[in-house]
């Protein structure tokens, strides 16, 4: 019994350590450019090795990638609704500033996988029309709490509030000085009555540097 | 004379026929897993064949292939200023929905680049930076005529309207029934006092449909 949990242990130690060199390597040469033998190596593994843990082989660990980061924002989320779940969008946002590789891997990859021959291609529709959809939610939700601007669509919202996302993200990653959580908070406080709380003292202040916030 | 006209022409044919080949074998595979002998494969050269005609290899054909896409751009905006030359980046988003394969293209090439070691990495920041400038300078422009919004800041209208650029291609990649040129005008004329003039006739209605324009 002990040595069966041992074994575990020791499986979920060995995962974690390929997803983390798979983490490397898509963030170093993008998914296609990539190979199990080349995360094998990182790892110190053979490649049979490694698909032992991940028979899926490269699209399982892909998709291992994606739920961490995706596990990360599902906490922030976390029964929040309304005009509290835009907020956490705002705070998700915060912590990317935070984790330029994971940043950059995600941008690799789900510019990748916008061909529609990539053996991610399904997934990344779905994950974009799901996340796309809670949006919507909390943007219905705020308008029947009556937080929403007059006017406002909720799904119209949620893209436009997407597509503000994942554009700033890459001006940031190419060098541009812009606060990301501030100009999405900004961004979001446009389709709502009451704006969004500002950031909290100790998150970077932008009074004296352009953000695409100001209006 | 008249032979080596001949030859010249011949010449640009052929430079033509690669730069064709690589957009096509670049978005396929991506900068990164692409190579200089499936380019030359794709037009029946050999690969000393196609760096007699690019000689910097790989990263020169990149260049070719993005420079093309500026010089329609350019086209575009050519003598603008101000709001006409916002109105012009919608006529451009426009033209993009009808060509999915360089916005692919485009979209992968610049998340690759955002990685400091990619070859690309300075071109793409410096090309960022030259149209962040050049928007810049179009809302400082139309602030002079008196057409922004009270408040606005030229330099983060043009982040804003950047990032939602970006983004909306991205999302419209992903399977996102957006009308970005609908979209991102529709942004722009947040900054603006005057909104720019709505699609001309003929253009995709968007009326029944959600897109991230609504407010």
Redesign the interface.
């Known amino acids: 019994m002990a040595g069966s949990r041992g074994e575990y242990r020791k499986s979920a130690q060995r995962r974690e350590q390929i997803v983390e060199a798979a983490f490397a390597v898509f963030?170093?040469?993008?998914y296609?450019?990539s190979s199990v033998s080349q995360i094998a190596r990182e790892v110190g593994m053979t490649q049979a090795g490694v698909l032992h843990h991940f028979a899926g082989g490269k699209t399982a660990l892909l998709e291992a990638v994606l739920e961490r980061r995706d596990e990360r924002a599902e906490q922030v989320l976390e029964g929040r609704r309304g005009t509290g779940f835009l907020a956490g969008l705002v705070e998700i946002s915060r912590e990317q500033a935070g984790l330029r590789g994971a940043v950059?891997l995600y941008?690799?990859l789900?510019?990748?996988?916008?061909?529609p021959?990539h053996p991610a291609h399904e997934r990344?529709?779905d994950r974009?029309?799901r996340i796309?959809s809670a949006v919507a939610n909390a943007y219905a939700e705020a308008r029947a709490d009556g937080a929403l601007?007059e006017?406002?669509?909720p799904?119209?919202?949620a893209?436009?509030t997407?597509?503000?996302?994942?554009?700033?993200e890459?001006?940031w990653?190419?060098?541009?000085d812009?606060d990301m959580a501030e100009?999405i908070r900004a961004?979001i406080n446009?389709?709502l009555a009451e704006p969004l709380q500002p950031a909290l003292p100790g998150a970077r202040q932008t009074a004296d540097q352009?953000?695409?916030?100001?209006?």
């Open positions: 963030a170093k040469a993008g296609t450019a950059q941008t690799i789900s510019a990748e996988a916008t061909d021959d990344f529709r974009v029309e796309a601007r006017g406002v669509e799904r119209a919202a893209l436009s997407l597509a503000m996302t994942e554009g700033l890459l001006l990653l190419n060098g541009q812009v100009a961004h446009t389709f352009p953000t695409p916030t100001a209006r």
